[in-house]
């Protein structure tokens, strides 16, 4: 009977190992580079290099079929949805919090109203849009604050994408976007659109990006992210960089 317990209790120690090595995650995504874009069938920058690193440190097994690129408010719906879901990047917010288990913080995001640097758009508050049309993801950080600020949903215009904003934008069929700035730029110059022709007109709120998951996954993996994470950002603090990043595409 003893001999029987002991390989039991094996069996078990083999499977929870083999369970540690491989947490079953799926990862949704969206377009939002430098940090996750879609390249020749495969996503690419700075986030999710950062999470290969974690399940390398982890000595978790990354499977590429387990990460989903998708339209920001399907991504964020599915993750909602889906017990073993987490997506990426995700803003820090207090109210996400409540939704989610966050693992960073990972890189820094500031989030405001962007417009043309020709426009004269003085705006001390959100309540001074008036008739100005600000573009929006569903969804999206830059979407949600301006909900929670009480903006009217007929200021706002709703596009699938970043890159969608930034063109909009340019064609002045919008006044404004609500977005993160380090991403608008580069969706910018992947339009071929020179950045320095628009301004930051009103800053919206200064946060980080980070992995988020769904509230049903196991939080001993979210605790273990967490604490590789931190560890790769001080051995390693330079892949955070956009500008590192940058060097190392172009």
């Known amino acids: 009977m003893q001999i029987f317990n002991a390989f ?9 190992q083999a369970k540690a090595k491989d947490p079953k995650l799926i990862w949704f995504t969206e377009d939002y580079p430098p ?32 990460v989903m690129l998708l339209p920001w408010p399907r991504a964020y719906h599915m993750t909602l949805a ?3 879901a987490c997506i990426f990047s995700m803003t820090y917010t207090e109210e ?20 043309h640097k020709e426009t004269e758009y003085q705006l001390p508050d959100l309540q001074s849009l008036g008739k100005l049309k600000v573009g929006v993801v569903k969804n999206d950080i830059g979407h949600q604050l301006l909900r929670q600020a009480g903006v009217n949903k007929e200021s706002l215009v709703f596009l699938a994408s970043g890159f969608e904003l930034v063109q909009m934008l340019k ?4 006044d404004l976007i609500a977005y993160g700035d380090v991403i608008a730029r580069y969706q910018f110059k992947r339009a071929g659109i020179d950045p320095s022709h628009f301004r930051i007109v009103l800053p919206l709120r200064s946060s980080y990006l980070g992995f988020a998951c769904n509230q049903g996954v196991r939080k001993r993996l979210v605790e273990q992210m967490n604490r590789a994470l931190k560890v790769i950002k001080r051995r390693e603090p330079e892949i955070f960089d956009p500008e590192y990043f940058y060097t190392k595409v172009e």
């Open 8 to 16: 039991l209790m094996t069996i078990a120690l083999l499977s929870s």
């Open 82 to 84: 889906n017990h073993n």
């Open 35 to 66: 940090f996750n874009y879609h390249v020749n069938g495969n996503v690419e920058g700075i986030a999710i290099n950062a999470l290969k690193t974690i399940y390398r440190d982890l000595n978790w097994d990354f499977d590429a079929k387990e």
């Open 96 to 115: 996400r919090a409540k939704l989610f288990q966050f693992v960073g913080p990972a890189m820094d995001n500031h989030v405001a109203i962007i417009g």
């Open 171 to 174: 064609l002045k069929r919008i």
